[in-house]
């Protein structure tokens, strides 16, 4: 069933007037740090106290269309509520953040499309950490969790690859990614007047005793444990899944050479000086290595990707890797999110989460450089690299991609962590 939202009423403008305090302290508010102007688009109404707001976000960096589920409830909000699920007051009735409310899970559920799952929403325990969106881990019958629905926060019209892409690659017969259950869709009308369907969310099975890759690798390097073998299990399973990919949704035929590459690292830097001019000081550096690119004759034909693919988008459980999170940078349009891409695309983002694992973990100078060098080669072993000319600067090239969108996400989300990237500019750029 696709919902269809409401023009908003005076209840939605007022909550909105409430967001401008409780999204700056979101995790996954993609504007902080600026004055966004905050407008509601549309209203979804899930049920009586239940409601959907779609609201514009927009600052001069920023344009986005945020997902924003509250639920109203008469009086104060009942003892025990998370203060942070309290957006505030509006005539009498509390707001709350309605993510991992049951009233507002079940209303989803009923409305999804899918083949669904028998979970019980009334004990829901909502994901908290390092997110750009909302999950909610969802137990079964026997009370172990067996789904997880991610709200997405920031929702745009089209195709999503989060959910289109495990779809495809689960009908391809490739198990490494959690199989997705249900997922809802909206229309509504776009800040510009346009109508827009899109996807709001998707449930998928959960893995069960599923570590974290991030923190896995964050743990052993703390430990000074070599990271080579569960790196080697990844690249192979990275391999596999580009394999699945292709069939699911083919490769181009001819091969374009060095030249859009090179293009694109050239337009990354102008983007990133953008946001952090104190980038422009590597840009006669990161200018040589496009050109270098440019000379290229050819280089692997495109095809799907993950787009983001690091550490912490793998999951490992009993012994074995799973890729979760096919949206793509969600710094990016999606339009660019969805075109086919080099695969080495995603290799280069895992060989970027080492140096972050080294770093978070707690080592530095020769032990992080030795860590990150063995974890490296397991990867790319696994994966099946070779250490030909060609591919050694693909990778450095589509590393050095990576690290100045990172240089960008952590001015913008962490700003404790941007010494991470700046290191690994040095290193690539040295
Ligand atoms: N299928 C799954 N099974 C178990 N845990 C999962 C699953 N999918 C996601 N998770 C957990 O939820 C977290 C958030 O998921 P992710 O897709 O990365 O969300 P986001 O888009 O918000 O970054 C992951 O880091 C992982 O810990
Ligand atoms: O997981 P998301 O889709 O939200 O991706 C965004 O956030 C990531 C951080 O949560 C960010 O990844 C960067 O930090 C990771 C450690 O937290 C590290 O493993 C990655 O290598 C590093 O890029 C990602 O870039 C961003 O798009």
Known sequence: MILDALAPDDVDREVVGLLGTWLPQ???????????????????????????????????????????????????????????????????????DATGDPRFLAAWLAAADGPGADVDVSSARVVTGEQSN??????????APTAILKVLRTVAGGENPDIDVPRRLVEAGWDGVPAPLAWSQARWTSPTGAPELGYLGVLSAFVPGAQDGFELACTWAGEGRAFREPAAELGATVAGMHTALVQAFGADAVTDGGAVLARSLVDRLAWATAGVPSLGGYA?????????????????????????????????????????????EPLAPLAARVLPDLALRDVAGLLRSFDYAAAV??????????????????????????????????????????????????????????????????????
């Open 26 to 96: 979101r995790r996954w508010y993609p504007a902080k740090g600026a004055d966004a102007e905050l407008t509601p688009v549309g209203t979804l109404h899930l049920a009586d106290d239940v409601r959907v707001l779609l609201v514009r976000a927009r600052t001069d960096a920023v344009d986005v269309v945020l997902q924003v589920p509250v639920r109203l409830l008469a009086g104060t909000a009942p003892a025990g509520t998370d203060p942070a699920a309290v957006v505030g007051e509006v005539g009498g009735r509390s707001v709350l």
């Open 134 to 143: 909302t999950s909610v881990v969802l137990p079964g019958a026997d009370g």
């Open 284 to 328: 006669d550096a990161v200018r040589a290595l496009a050109d270098e690119v440019a000379g290229l004759a050819t280089t692997p034909p495109r095809q799907r990707v993950h787009g983001d693919l690091h550490l912490g988008q793998v999951l490992r459980s009993t012994g074995r890797w799973f890729v979760i999170d096919f949206e793509g």
């Open 361 to 430: 973990g707690g080592l530095t100078g020769d032990a992080a450089a030795a860590w990150t060098a063995d974890a490296r080669a397991g990867l790319l072993a696994g994966y099946g690299v070779l250490d030909d000319p060609t591919s050694t600067l693909l990778l450095r090239a589509l590393e050095l991609d990576k690290t100045l969108y990172e240089a960008v996400y952590e001015a913008r989300n962490r700003p404790a962590w941007a010494p991470i990237p700046q290191a690994g500019l040095e290193r690539l750029l040295r």
